[in-house]
């Protein structure tokens, strides 16, 4: 196994921080709100005004085109929002300069030409992949060589820190087909090039993400010589289907654009959820030890974090057409915010939903969208979390939160939350 991995570089430290990430992004909130977000939920299904506005937080001045916003926030509105992708557009994306920094992504698309894309990596990410790819080839072996560095250390870990930060940007890297020692360097000025580039200066954009041009430039060259098993190859051999019948291969900028937001989407969302999920059966005890005991409940544990306190509570579309909601008439062109995080917690649909409880019977969730761009990397980021819960309840039966430390928070914003820290006892 690498060093980057389980080195002591700083980066991690740099990389890996709720509110330094929140605020790189203008996005800074102390606490959860998910009990406003209830609030607002219970007072009415669809609000006139974004999320921010109707929870009172400062706006964020992250878009080139100015809209009125509106806010759904029951299970059903999200739900129709995310399925019906060509009424409730993610074309939208396209508001925000820092996405649009990322390039030609699917993320952005709609129908045919959406679709089109995405198949051309999808079997890349399909479960069967997973278990036999990912899994035995990276994840199993990183999850252990960071439990390694961790039983090296003193009894008392932030795992928050120690495995949660490390895992995901190691395996999306190796899974891309970079080599380790470049993930961080990689990570950092892709950060600074798109989503956390805010703070910086149009000069400090450009040479991030000159740089992220130059490593992937390097990458696909290497590639293209001698495809290996990975993303890359897979994004430069595999064809674009044509709306004509026809095929033809990805150019260069385009599995640029899908290498950015692969790397993007598939580091801080896994970390931050597994931060979550962790806090959650260590800080209700009985849960930790039910899991422990039967394994069966890990996955469910897992599900249930992302439906109870999914990391990104909210997305965003355009209105393409007008439409009435729950009685209120949007007009086309309005921008509509999928709060997802009251979504996730609809009475309506959940009993006692405010309850982390991974016994409750299963329910369809958002906490990793629904419809066409429902995530595509689910099934890595469960494998990740999963193989790390379980090799920690294999190693550590009796970890448990540490009462000498600062007590963990929940910090981040209602853009993308985590726990500041998961400080534990190992034994
Ligand atoms: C716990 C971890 C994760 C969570 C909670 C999460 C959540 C989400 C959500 C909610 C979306 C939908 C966005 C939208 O509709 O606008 C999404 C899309 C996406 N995710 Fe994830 N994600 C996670 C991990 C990952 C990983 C590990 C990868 C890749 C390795 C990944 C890659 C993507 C991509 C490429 C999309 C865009 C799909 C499309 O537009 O068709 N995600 N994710």
Known sequence: MSDTLTSDDPRYRELFDVQKEASSTNAEIYGDLSPAMDRLRDTAPVMRGSLRELLQLPTLDHYSVKRQSYTLFTFDLCNRALRENELFSSEGYNDSPSVRAMGKVILKMVGDEHRRYR?????????????????????????????????????????????????????????????????????????????????????????????????????????????????????????????????RKLDDEEVFSYCRLIMLAGGGTTWRQLGITLHALLSNYHLWELCRDNRKLVAPAIEESARWMPTDPVFERVLTADVELEGMHIPAQSRICMCLGAANRDPGRWDNPGQYDPLRPFQPHLGFGMGPHRCLGLDVAKQEMSSALNALMDRYPNLRLDPDAPAPELLGGVEQRGMSAVPVVLR
């Open 119 to 247: 198949s051309v990596v999808q079997p890349m990410f399909l479960r069967p992949k997973v278990e036999n790819w990912w899994k035995p080839t990276w994840i199993t072996g990183a999850v252990e060589a960071l439990l390694d560095r961790i039983d090296s250390k003193q009894d008392k870990v932030d795992l928050n820190m120690d495995l949660c930060a490390r895992l995901p940007v190691h395996i999306v890297t190796r899974g891309i087909g970079m080599d380790e020692a470049n993930g961080l360097e990689f990570r950092e000025h892709l950060l600074r090039s798109t989503v956390g580039g805010h703070n910086l200066s149009q000069e400090e954009r450009m040479a991030s993400a000159g740089e992220v041009s130059r490593m992937l430039r390097e990458l696909i060259t290497r590639r293209r010589a001698d495809p290996q098993e990975d993303v890359i190859s897979a994004l430069i051999t595999n064809d674009l289907p044509l709306p004509d019948g026809s095929a």
